[in-house]
């Protein structure tokens, strides 16, 4: 099943390298006071939870290991350079918050999931294609149906002989015995018609093959359409998934862009110090690409979207939908044997099944007898203003009858092939079962899986976001970390982020069981 996966690869990253940073510092307890240029207290420094008075003062003297300077000596960042740094931060976080528009482009066009499938369908060059193959296939039944019928046709020849066996027309006759012989100047005009009487059932098998291809093909729109439909709906709720992402991306930027601005206020205060400062601020950075990734990701997702639709890539679209979804039993010999009925795939190998065996019969008419009827009705002269004359009619009717005898085994060669075409469609219908199940079961263990993605992603909701509020107090009151607060900030986010892909993946699997089925989308995605 194809599927849009969002990770916070960038999160899986942060945190590792905030507790090297965090050791270097406990290696360079001086970091409390040295690093301000300020002279160090007599009082205890708090340094991730550790009071060690005496020992930061002494440190504060002693060369860091890095850069073989005293705190003292090392340049302190100047304030132009952190209000550039820090302008530039406030600048992309409030770009990205100017271009979200929540589901789309402000003023754009407002799409349901049924409006994006009904376009689609008008617009995709694929299903026009195919609808196209079965106009085809209604003009080949046609035509297979011509064949019982006589071919009627009529004829105007006109020959120039040099001699003739009859000058002039013999006596005592009704009509013109030239007509039968011919005149120097002979024109001839009439109809003629020819009938079919027995061709071995040759005529019977190909009608019978039209009337197959006509349902293979309606059974391939009819797959094509599907295909389409789900398209849609990857894309459609991929790009939902996408604005979420975002908005999480951009939640998590603005909780530590906040706890920043906290922990500045604090350090102004003397309650916290700089490592905590600079700490807070590298934070932020650091999630800056995640967000730009999660809106470009969104953009490439809206162009996929507008291309399936055949729009305008330039067209501002809105998307009237919500990433939600609403659970149902799963039942998968229930789904399994709606599948094998309904599938347009198994429809299909069942009916290439019945097109080869009427190919064997069509083949097999080669050894048997070809009978037809013929007739014709004509005037014959030398005088066209007197042509239409019962003196120069003639008619005739006849049957012809054709046995094969020997035709060098190419009629064998037919049957051969037929019938190795015949058990080619049966060995592919017997394969197709097996991949049917093994894709309903599939289907099933996916969407079992969301739903316990999601039942745990949403217990745990609410915890992380307490766990975040407690991480906060605690970091305020002095009892706890810098490195709490970031824990409980990326917690939260994964398990948004979980449940929001945990939501799409339900969805996803939900639309991959009615492809499977062969289900329409008839307006409630969930019928």
Not at 256 to 270: I, N, R
Not at 332 to 340: I, K, Q, R, S
Not at 399 to 420: C, I, N, Q, S, Y
Not at 472 to 491: A, H, K, M, Q
Request: charged fraction near 25%.
């Amino acid at each position: 099943m194809p599927r849009l996966q969002y990770n916070f690869t960038t999160l899986n990253t942060i945190i590792p390298t905030v507790f090297v940073v965090s050791a270097i510092m406990l290696a360079m307890p001086a970091a409390v006071s040295g690093e301000d240029g300020q002279k160090a207290a007599p009082q205890a420094a708090v340094v991730s939870g550790v009071a060690t008075s005496q020992t930061a003062t002494t440190a504060s003297q002693a060369p860091s290991p890095m850069t073989g300077l005293i705190p003292s000596e090392k340049a302190e960042p100047s304030a132009p350079a952190e209000a550039a740094a820090e302008s530039g931060i406030e600048n992309v976080i409030a770009r990205m918050k100017a271009d979200d528009s929540g589901a789309g482009d402000v003023g754009g066009r407002m799409l349901t999931l049924k409006d994006a499938i009904r376009i689609a369908m008008m617009n995709n060059r694929s299903i026009q294609i195919q609808e196209e193959e079965v106009a085809y296939a209604k003009g080949n039944i046609l035509y297979a149906r011509s064949l019982f019928l006589p071919q009627i046709n009529a004829e105007y020849t006109y020959t120039f002989n040099s001699t003739v066996f009859y000058s002039d027309s013999l006596p005592n006759h009704r009509v013109d015995t030239r007509v039968f012989s011919g005149f120097k100047n002979d024109n001839a005009a009439g109809f003629t018609a020819q009938e079919t009487i027995y061709n071995g059932g040759a005529n019977v098998a190909n009608l019978k093959q039209a009337n197959i291809d006509l349902k293979i093909q309606t059974e391939t729109l009819r797959a094509a359409k599907l295909d389409i439909e789900f398209e849609t709906k990857r894309l459609y709720y991929g790009l939902l998934l996408a604005y979420e992402t975002k908005r999480i991306a951009q939640d998590l930027v603005d909780q530590a862009q906040a706890h920043y601005e906290d922990v500045k206020t604090m350090f102004g205060q003397g309650t916290t110090s700089k490592f905590d400062v600079l700490q807070s601020k590298v934070k932020v950075s650091t999630l800056i690409p995640q967000l730009v990734s999660a809106d470009n990701a969104m953009q490439i997702i809206k162009v996929d979207l507008k291309k399936l639709l055949v729009l305008d890539l330039r067209d501002p679209i809105m998307l009237d939908g919500e990433l939600a979804y609403k659970k149902i039993g799963i039942m998968e010999d229930e789904f399994l044997g709606e599948a094998y009925r309904k599938r347009p795939e198994m429809i299909i190998k069942l009916l290439g099944i019945d097109l080869n065996k009427w190919a064997i019969r069509y083949a097999e008419a080669g050894w048997l007898p070809l009978v037809n009827a013929n007739a014709n009705y004509m005037y014959r002269t030398d005088n066209l203003n007197n042509m239409i004359n019962p003196e120069h009619n003639l008619w005739a009717v006849g049957v012809t009858a054709t046995m094969p005898l020997f035709d060098g085994f190419a009629t064998k060669a037919k049957v051969d092939e037929a019938r190795a075409r015949y058990n080619q469609a049966r060995l592919k219908k017997d394969d197709f079962v097996d991949v049917l199940a093994v894709d309903v079961r599939s289907a099933c263990l996916d969407l079992r899986k969301a739903y316990a993605l999601i039942d745990a992603q949403t217990d745990s909701l609410g915890e992380a976001a307490e766990a975040l509020r407690l991480s906060e107090v605690r970091y305020v009151n002095g009892v706890g970390i810098n490195l709490d607060v970031f824990d409980s900030e990326v917690s939260l986010a994964q398990v948004r982020q979980s449940l929001a892909q945990a939501t799409y993946d339900s969805i996803m699997a939900k639309a991959q069981i009615d492809r499977l089925r062969g289900r329409e989308y008839g307006g409630d995605l969930w019928n």
